[in-house]
């Protein structure tokens, strides 16, 4: 403990003297992003690192192919030497340590949380001033979007094109047709068809072994919130946990869904599902796959999920290996007592990790012009392209704007997706590389979602955030499993208020959305 403790000094130290460091650069009027000079050519390419999360696989194999045409295109036309490190595991740390160190990659893709630490710590360049020279970018991205990017008052960041929000639940149509049942379009008519899953012998095997609905943690049962019109907050579909998102904005108004008298109505609801025993046991713990190998083995008839995870061709094999008669189709959202059906949610913060750059570049402008130089180049038609697609005509052709990938695009472009600095127009990208799967990537587009604004909120100092989500969770859930009668409901956002200063959070959202200017 000892060791960690002065490692953990050391580094603040190191953070602290770069900062300062910093500090007087940004001071000096010479190095002004007026005076910066404009992108020239230069004799030598310029080295640019990108640091990001994740892992790519191509037709080589795990990594970069061993010919990578993206990098090798982007090198040629902007005279740059790119160099791309991917951190599978253990990203926040490393990225922290360099940026203790002094050693930050020149482009990095980062979290929210992130972007506000290091902003505060004085070591992240502020984008504003360099705004006009990255038309492109703005054009691509949006005006909207890139106000996304504001931390703590300044453009600290540059968020991505906005990107697709999935999930719905998906139902066994061979099990309706089975026992001459209607997909439900009400949450009256969802519960009885879960419960006649579970009690009437759906698959026909003459056995009691199935049951109703199966997710990952709480999103299981975003549709039935949504159908009261709030959110508990979600965890992503492959489980991993997430913040509680349930700031909405609705009507023009925010509104918070843990103050709305629905929300109590909505965990009565989602508890009479539970008590019937219609609902996996395990879903709150169900991580990964979990939920869908219950599912595609023929246990659970309805489930929560994306239509990446049961349409893609992979996925297909898998049920239609495990049952040739299971059919999977996609449900709407099922209306609640006063008509209202939402999916889930629709995130207005940045759907990716936000692009941000060190503000020792401040005296490296040479570098930041060819940085610019590339964010602008991949927003443009011909850029984006090339990272979306490949080469045209080897991994694509065009005709006006409908794009088709050839074989060979099919076979060596999947990696291309980590040179998408700016973004892509997600669902013409989607319907592009998924022809087969385009009307049901449609489906989950149109589907009507709750507008919640919660990650464009800085956090405000005295909130502890994480604490905070992790009470909530643990309290919705007790009340759905009747741990916590609802009669105590007011007392738990009293709790809320008083232990996690709670109203914190909630001011720091109302001074957001007023900023923005989306309140209407």
């Known amino acids: 403990m000892k060791l960690k403790a002065v490692t953990a000094i050391l580094l603040v130290a190191s953070l602290l003297a770069a900062c300062s460091g910093n500090k007087s650069q940004s001071e000096n009027p010479s190095e002004s992003p007026s005076n910066a000079p404009s992108p020239s050519a230069s004799a030598d390419p310029v080295k640019i690192e990108v640091m990001q999360e994740g892992s790519v696989t191509s037709a080589d194999g795990p990594g970069f192919p061993k010919d990578d045409f993206v990098k090798k295109e982007l090198n040629k036309k902007l005279n740059i030497d790119l160099t791309m490190t991917l951190e599978a595991s253990e990203f926040a740390t490393k990225i922290n340590t360099r940026m203790a160190g002094g050693t930050p990659p020149d482009l990095m893709l980062i979290s929210k949380d992130q972007i506000q630490s290091y902003a505060k710590n004085g070591v992240l360049l502020d984008l504003g001033p360099y705004l006009d020279k990255l038309g492109d970018y703005s054009e691509f991205v949006g005006a909207d979007e890139v106000k996304k990017g504001v931390v703590a008052g300044k453009q600290y960041a540059l968020p991505r094109t906005n990107g697709l929000e999935v999930g719905t639940y998906w139902i066994r149509k061979d099990w309706l047709d089975h026992l001459k049942l209607s997909p439900p379009t009400t949450v009256e008519e969802l519960f009885n068809v879960a419960k006649a899953f579970t009690e009437n012998d759906p698959d026909g095997n003459g056995k009691k072994d199935t049951f109703g609905i199966t997710g990952n943690g709480i999103s299981t049962f975003s549709p039935l919130f949504g159908a009261f019109g709030v959110t508990p907050g979600t ?227 005295g909130y502890m955030k994480a604490d905070a989500d992790r009470f909530v969770q643990e309290q919705l859930t007790n009340f759905m499993y009747g741990k916590t009668p609802i009669a105590e409901y007011d007392k738990f956002l009293e709790t809320l208020e008083n232990t996690f200063s709670y109203k914190l959070y909630t001011d720091s959202v109302e001074k957001t959305v007023a900023e923005l200017g989306l309140e209407k």
């Open 235 to 461: 965890t992503a579909l492959g489980g991993s946990t997430e913040s509680a998102p349930v700031s909405i904005l609705k009507d023009g108004k925010v509104g918070n869904a843990l103050y709305d008298p629905a929300m109590k109505d909505a965990l009565t609801e989602v508890k009479k599902f539970i008590d019937a025993g219609v609902v996996d046991p395990e879903f709150l713990s169900n991580k990964g796959n979990t939920a869908k190998d219950k599912a595609f083995q023929g246990k659970f008839g309805i489930i929560y999920d994306g239509w990446s995870g049961m349409i893609k061709e992979a996925a297909v094999k898998v049920w239609k290996e495990a049952n040739p008669n299971a059919d999977w189709a996609q449900l709407a959202a099922p209306k609640g007592p006063n008509g209202l059906q939402f999916a889930g949610i629709d995130d207005l913060g940045p759907s990716y990790n936000l692009l941000a750059l060190p503000k020792t570049l401040e005296k490296q402008p040479e570098k930041l012009n060819k940085i610019i130089e590339l964010l602008n180049y991949v927003s443009t038609t011909e850029g984006n392209r090339l990272v979306d697609y490949g080469l045209e005509n080897v991994h694509y052709t065009a005709s006006g704007d409908t794009i088709t990938i050839t074989e060979q695009g099919k076979k060596e472009n999947g990696y291309t997706f980590v040179y998408q600095f700016t973004g892509r127009p997600e669902l013409t990208y989607l319907q592009t590389k998924f022809p087969d799967q385009a009307d049901y990537i449609n489906f989950e587009a149109e589907l009507p979602r709750l507008p919640v604004v919660d990650k464009l909120v800085d956090i405000p100092e």
